[in-house]
């Protein structure tokens, strides 16, 4: 069964900085990894995705990594804003079209 | 397109009571979810159809939960009845036909449901 861990949990930093989000899964027999962000009261929205034939994927100031044989993932945050504060989660596509999901960071970036 | 339609977005019940929830997917996708978000389990995937039919439910959690999908624009999920424990917010997402990796899932703004 997959399962897939974020870690932290939880992270607060100030405004402008660089940061790593981690996400690690069990089965590497995944189509693909996406990172979906989620605003308080709101539904999920995607990121970026990553095909499992690909190693990253970028998209303004957030570069995602994908290590299939690690079983791992990194969400990159370059200089990061206040508008940047939500949950950040990630998820693996396998077989049958579905998602499975992590637990999620809650980040929150301080002006 | 609007994107993915839920209804309600909040649903405030007391136990025993039937609770239905209301999900109108993106035209041309094939596909279609359910999840249910709680603080302690996350994001878990309750049941998806693929054409209307649904192919895995292995996540509802009891008979007390039934979904439909009687045509392409409209599935519902149905509590009953419900109870203290099924408060959470419930997810409806659609997404294009599979077969494709660089395929994503669009979701709904969810249902928050409060069963007292």
């Known amino acids: 069964k997959q399962e897939v861990t974020q870690i932290p949990a939880a992270l607060s930093v100030p405004e402008g900085e660089n940061l790593v989000l981690n996400c690690s899964f069990t089965?590497?027999?995944?189509?693909?990894l996406q990172w979906f962000r989620q605003d308080p009261g709101k539904g999920l929205t995607s990121l970026l995705l990553i095909q499992s034939s690909q190693r990253e994927q970028t998209s303004g100031r957030l570069n995602a990594s994908l290590d299939k044989s690690s079983g791992r993932s990194t969400l990159y945050i370059a200089a990061s804003q206040p508008g940047d504060s939500a949950t950040y989660l990630c998820a693996v596509k396998r077989a049958g079209n579905m998602l499975t999901f992590g637990g999620g960071t809650r980040l929150m970036v301080k002006p | 397109d609007a994107g993915v339609i839920q209804s309600p977005r909040h649903e405030v019940t007391e136990m025993g009571q039937e609770v239905t929830l209301r999900c109108k997917p993106i035209s041309g996708h094939d596909y279609l979810f359910w999840y249910r978000q709680t603080m302690m389990r996350g994001l878990e995937l309750l049941i998806y159809f693929n054409n209307n039919v649904p192919i895995d439910d292995s996540g509802m959690p009891e008979d007390r939960f039934s979904a439909k999908m009687p045509n392409a624009s409209f599935s519902t999920l149905k509590i009953q009845p419900s109870e203290p424990r099924d408060s959470a917010v419930y997810f409806c997402?659609?997404?294009?036909?599979?077969?494709?990796?660089?395929?994503?899932?669009?979701f709904g703004p969810g249902t928050r449901l409060l069963v007292l």
């Open positions: 089965d590497s027999a995944i189509y693909n």
């Open positions: 997402a659609s997404s294009p036909p599979d077969g494709r990796a660089q395929e994503t899932q669009y």
